[in-house]
């Protein structure tokens, strides 16, 4: 038998601010109400709420602008494009990213696809490959799969129409992408992936398998990218 388990009032306000995420009450680019209109609402202090939105803030679901307010995280902001890519130059010059959208087709979830994405075996998923360059130089060939149910007339017209990949399911679709796990591993190059990112067959790559979750946990997409690390490493910011 477990014991229950303690929620400090501020979490329990985060919860619910969540609920009002994952509702569409307030939706990406969105100013949510003030603390004092919040606490009210809440019947808590304004401390309770400020500590719940200091959280959320620092999960990049909410974003603060000095003077104006307290706006939903959206991937439409430009300053978002690189919230999920940890890949940076050797040199640490800033480099203008290029997304190459490359097939996209319909198929059934397997085993794998199904675990990982919640879907019964067979459902309907689409499958999206695409290329990231990063200056001239291609650094990241990605195989993606989504549900066809959440993404329902995603072609690769659709991807190429110029928004980001992100910025495009939540704008056209309503799914917001606002955490991912990843797990990393070195493989080496196949003829495909070696083709692609220009490097030879057998070659060492970075293989970043990621599952991104929308509002509620919901896992929305697995992506599969295989990183060329010649000339860039993967950088991760901890503590």
Known sequence: MHAPTFSPLYRQIKQLIMGNLESGEWGPGDAIPSESELAGRFGVSQGTVRKAI????????LVRQQGKG????THK??????RFLR???N???PQVSQSIPLECWRAKAGPDVARTLALEPGAPITILRRLLKLGDEPVVFDEIYLSSELFPDLTLEVVRAGESLY???ESRYGVC???ADERLRAVAADRVSAE???VAEGSPLLLVERVTFSYAQKPVEWRRGYYSTRNHHYRNELG
């Open 54 to 61: 200091d959280e959320m803030a620092a999960e990049n679901l």
């Open 70 to 73: 307290t706006f939903v995280a």
């Open 77 to 82: 902001d430009p300053g978002s494009a690189f």
């Open 87 to 89: 890949l940076v130059a």
């Open 91 to 93: 040199d640490g010059v």
């Open 167 to 169: 910025g495009l399911f």
């Open 177 to 179: 992408m606002v955490r």
């Open 196 to 198: 692609l990112l220009k």
